[in-house]
C-alpha cells in the first residue's frame, strides 16, 4: 500500500528528471508570469484605493472631522470647542476651516473655487498641505494679505484643468477675493500640490485675514478636522466627542469618500474580469503542456498500464506534476512580487491625478489566489491524463 503510495511521485519525479530542461524552465516561467498577473491588478487596485483615502484623510477631513448642526452654518465658539475637543484622550490634533464666502479673480479670470480660512500652525499638525507648497511659502497666522492656492487653481501646460485655472498663475502675483460688494487683494504666497485634484481646487487665506474682512466670522467655524494618536480607537473617539457636549455632527473620514466608493466599485467589477482571464491563461497552459506531455508518452502508459500499473497512479503522477508546475510559479512569482515589484513601485509609483500609487497586498487576498491557481493547475493536469489512460491498451502502446 505505501509503496503505491510512493509510486505516483516516483513517476512524476521521473517526467520531470528525464523530460527537456527547456520545457520545464518555460513551463514555469509561465505559470510564474500568470500568477503575477494574478496578483498585480488587485495589488494595484488596493494601492490606488489606500492612496486615495490617506490623500482625503491628509488633505481634506483628517481621521474625524466635525460639522455644525443641521440648520446651522457654523459651530460656535470656536477656540472653547477646538480646546475642548483637543482635551479627548485619542487626540493628537485638531485644526478649524471656514469657508469664505467669495469668488477667486486674477486679471478676467475668476472661478468660485473653494477658499478656506486657517490657522496656519493647528492646520500643518492636522493636515500635510504646509509639505506639499512646490512654489512660495506656506501661511504664517499673521499674514492677512496672502494666500496659498493650489496647483489646480494655479494652473500651467502641464495641470490636468489648466483649461478651468488661471492659466499659469506665479507666485508674487496679486489675485482677488470678490465678495458682495467688495473686493480683498491678496499676494500668492505659496502654490501647493497634493497630487489629489481636489484637494488641489482649493485656496487658504489666515483666520486673521477672514476676520479683517468679516468681522462677525470671528471666533466661528464651518469645520473642525481631528487628527487622532495612532493608537487611538475612532469610534471611542467619536463617542467621547459626542458625550462631551459639542453641539454638531461628528462623522468619520469614510463619510467622504463617496467618490472613492463608486471608484471601489468599478475597480471590483474590473478585478473580476481580469482575475477570470489571468485564471483560464494559467489553466490553459497547464492543460496544453500536461496534454502535450501526455501525447508523446502514450506508448510510454500503454507500457505502464500492461506491467500492472494500475490507471489512478498514472493519473495522480500527473496531478503531481500539474502541482509541481503551479507550486515553482508561485513561490517564484511571490518572491518576485514581492522583494522586486513592490520595492520598485514605492520608489516609482504610478502618478495618478487622484495619488501615488503603489502595491499593496492582501495577504488574505493572495493566499485565497495561490489556492485557486493550485486548484485550477490540477483540474488541468487531471482531465487529460484521464481520457488517455481510458484508451484502449492496445492502442496506446503502438501510439495510436
Not at 158 to 181: H, I
Request: proline fraction near 4%.
Amino acid at each position: 500500500m505505501m509503496r503505491q503510495l510512493k509510486l505516483p511521485f516516483y513517476l512524476a519525479f521521473q517526467y520531470i528528471r528525464r523530460g527537456r530542461k527547456w520545457t520545464l524552465l518555460l513551463t514555469i516561467f509561465l505559470m510564474t508570469v500568470a500568477f503575477i498577473n494574478l496578483v498585480f491588478i488587485p495589488s494595484l487596485f488596493n494601492g490606488i484605493i489606500d492612496g486615495a483615502n490617506k490623500q482625503i484623510i491628509n488633505t481634506m477631513t483628517g481621521d474625524i472631522y466635525i460639522t455644525p448642526p443641521d440648520g446651522v452654518d457654523y459651530i460656535k465658539p470656536r477656540d472653547q470647542v477646538l480646546q475642548r475637543v483637543k482635551n479627548i484622550d485619542g487626540v493628537e490634533a485638531v485644526s478649524s476651516k471656514t469657508l469664505v464666502p467669495a469668488r477667486l479673480k486674477q486679471g478676467n479670470i475668476s472661478g468660485s473655487w473653494q477658499t478656506l480660512a486657517i490657522n496656519p500652525n493647528n492646520e500643518k499638525n492636522v493636515s500635510n498641505i504646509s509639505q506639499k507648497i512646490i512654489s512660495g511659502s506656506y501661511l504664517n497666522a499673521q499674514d492677512t494679505d496672502q494666500i496659498i492656492i493650489g496647483r489646480q487653481i494655479a494652473g500651467g501646460s502641464d495641470v490636468e484643468e489648466n483649461a478651468l485655472s488661471f492659466k499659469g498663475a506665479k507666485v508674487g502675483e496679486k489675485v482677488n477675493l470678490v465678495f458682495d460688494g467688495m473686493t480683498k487683494e491678496f499676494t500668492i504666497k505659496g502654490i501647493f500640490n497634493t497630487n489629489f485634484v481636489e484637494s488641489d481646487k482649493r485656496a487658504f487665506i489666515t483666520e486673521k485675514a477672514l476676520n479683517k474682512i468679516v468681522p462677525s466670522t470671528s471666533n466661528r467655524t464651518n469645520t473642525i478636522n481631528i487628527k487622532i494618536s495612532q493608537n487611538a480607537n475612532e469610534d471611542k473617539v467619536i463617542e467621547s466627542i459626542k458625550q462631551s457636549g459639542i453641539i454638531g455632527n461628528v462623522y468619520p473620514w469614510q463619510e467622504s469618500t463617496g467618490l472613492m466608493k463608486s471608484v471601489s466599485n468599478s475597480f471590483a467589477s474590473i478585478n473580476v474580469l481580469l482575475s477570470f482571464t489571468s485564471v483560464m491563461i494559467a489553466a490553459v497552459t497547464i492543460l496544453i503542456i500536461i496534454y502535450v506531455t501526455i501525447i508523446n508518452k502514450r506508448k510510454e502508459i500503454g507500457i505502464l498500464r500492461a506491467i500492472g500499473i494500475k490507471p489512478y497512479i498514472i493519473i495522480s503522477s500527473y496531478v503531481i506534476l500539474s502541482a509541481v508546475y503551479a507550486l515553482a510559479g508561485i513561490v517564484i512569482g511571490t518572491a518576485v512580487f514581492v522583494f522586486v515589484l513592490i520595492p520598485y513601485f514605492q520608489i516609482h509609483p504610478f502618478v495618478l491625478p487622484i495619488c501615488n500609487a503603489i502595491l499593496v497586498l492582501d495577504w488574505q487576498n493572495f493566499a485565497l489566489r495561490a489556492q485557486t491557481i493550485l486548484i485550477v493547475s490540477i483540474a488541468a493536469g487531471f482531465i487529460p491524463a484521464v481520457i488517455v489512460t481510458r484508451a484502449k491498451m492496445l492502442s496506446a502502446i503502438l501510439g495510436r
